[in-house]
Each structure stands twice: as C-alpha cells, then as structure tokens.
C-alpha cells in the first residue's frame, strides 16, 4: 500500500519558520523525484520543490527561493523521508502543502509532469 504522510504544519507568525516532513512508504521512493506543492484557498495548486532521487538536484519556485529548502533521506528502512524547511515565511504562504512523488522525469520538470502519488496535504497558516 502506498502511502505519503504530511506533518509538521501548524499556524506561525510572519517571518517564522517550520519544517514540513513525509514520509513515504509501498515503493521504492529512493528512485522517484520528490516534491511539494501548495493550494491556497481558491486557487490553482502550484509547484513548489523538488528534489532528484539522489538529493543532488532540486529546484524551486521562484516565490520560495532562498527562502526554502527541500531535502530527502532515503537511508530509512523502506521509509523515505522528505523535507521542506521553511524560514522567513509569509502570509502568502498559507496553504495545504501536499508531498509528491513521480518516477519518469526531472527536477525542472515536475511542476508540468502528472504526479504518481499524492499525500493528503498538511495545512499552513502564516498570519501577518
């Protein structure tokens, strides 16, 4: 059974920080390029981050770069770990945030690629 468990969202202050995990099990996910995306309310779901299979690679939307960080863990057993390490955050950043998974492509092209797997989201509220 595959699953993609989000945690680690919450409600913070402007210009705070927290770290969102997944942690992803039923397939081999040290071969698939990992991601999040966000959806605010009443808007489209857009890219986010994410990460090659090896971790060497990653790519981001220009709305969260330098302000966010993508990493993975694939040394679990049968577990794989990803994270987004949010800082400076702004409420523009609230959202749900959903973990990604897809096998057949490349960093730069997961945010036009369908997504293989999906995580059932966690929320983020930054208030102002």
């Known amino acids: 059974q595959v699953q993609l468990v989000e945690s680690g969202g919450g409600l913070v202050q402007a210009g705070g920080s927290l770290r969102l995990s997944c942690a992803a099990s039923?397939?081999?996910?040290?071969?698939?390029?990992m991601g999040w995306f966000r959806q605010a309310p009443g808007k489209e779901r857009e890219f986010v981050a994410a990460i090659s299979s090896s971790g060497r690679s990653t790519d981001y939307a220009d709305s969260v770069k330098g302000r966010f960080t993508i990493s993975r863990d694939n040394t679990k057993n049968m577990v794989y770990l990803v994270y987004l390490q949010m800082n400076s955050l702004k409420p523009e950043d609230t959202a749900v945030y959903y973990c990604?998974?897809?096998?057949?492509?490349?960093?730069?092209?997961?945010?036009?690629?369908?997504?293989?797997?999906w995580g059932q989201g966690t929320q983020v509220t930054v208030s102002s």
């Open positions: 039923g397939r081999t996910f040290s071969t698939y390029v």
């Open positions: 990604a998974a897809t096998k057949l492509t490349t960093v730069q092209a997961m945010a036009v690629t369908p997504i293989d797997y």
